[in-house]
């Protein structure tokens, strides 16, 4: 008996006094298959560096830490949903071997409030209406002015790194009127 879970982006198994961790980035597939020896359904998980031989295969009556992942079809393909979800929110390249895909968005905002609900790779806001904005970067726990003619930027950094969803607020009421460049996934 063993449990499996993701932990800092690794697939993580304990059992007994022994604990294993795999790399996302080193999975190559995830699937089930039933093994019609023991009469029972397994995710395999297929490595990069090695061939259909040397799959880790996860005994699913034999994990005691996931309740929807049955023995039959269902739990199976439960599963294998988890540990891709899994390895998606690690953000990485998925299976695949296509890589995240951005997407840009332009916006024109006036005599309106809110916030962009996309996690955020880099953004720019430029104020260029005639009245002061208002712009937070924290969620909206306080807002700066931007003045008639300013521009900001912000940056995550490396390539998979991402400002959270809502994070940026914005107020552009009056004849303000903010021009929104950014980049998410």
């Known amino acids: 008996m063993y449990t499996v879970e993701n932990s800092n982006g690794q697939l993580k198994l304990s059992y ?3 604990v294993e961790f795999y790399q996302f980035p080193t999975f190559k597939s995830v699937s089930f298959a039933f093994d019609t020896i023991r009469s029972n359904y397994y995710v395999s998980i297929n490595f990069i560096s090695n061939d259909k031989n040397n799959s880790l295969r996860l005994y699913l009556v034999d994990i005691t830490n996931q309740s929807g992942w049955t023995d039959d ?3 199976a393909n439960n599963a ?3 540990i891709s979800s899994w390895i998606s929110s690690a953000l990485i390249p998925n299976l695949s071997g296509v890589g995240i895909i951005k997407k840009s968005e ?3 905002l006036s005599l309106t409030t809110g916030a ?3 996690a955020v790779n880099s953004i720019e806001v430029t104020n260029v209406g005639t009245d002061d904005a208002l712009f937070s970067s924290n969620g909206g726990g306080s807002f700066e002015i931007l003045k008639k003619g300013e521009r900001i ?3 995550a950094g490396a ?6 969803p809502e994070n940026f607020h914005y107020n552009a009421s009056g004849t303000s009127e903010l021009l929104i460049t950014y980049v998410y996934i």
């Open 106 to 108: 332009l916006l024109r």
């Open 159 to 164: 390539i998979n790194n991402f400002f959270p």
């Open 153 to 155: 930027s912000y940056d």
């Open 80 to 82: 294998v949903t988890v």
């Open 73 to 75: 079809v269902t739990g």
């Open 116 to 118: 962009i609900t996309d």
């Open 16 to 18: 007994s006094n022994l």
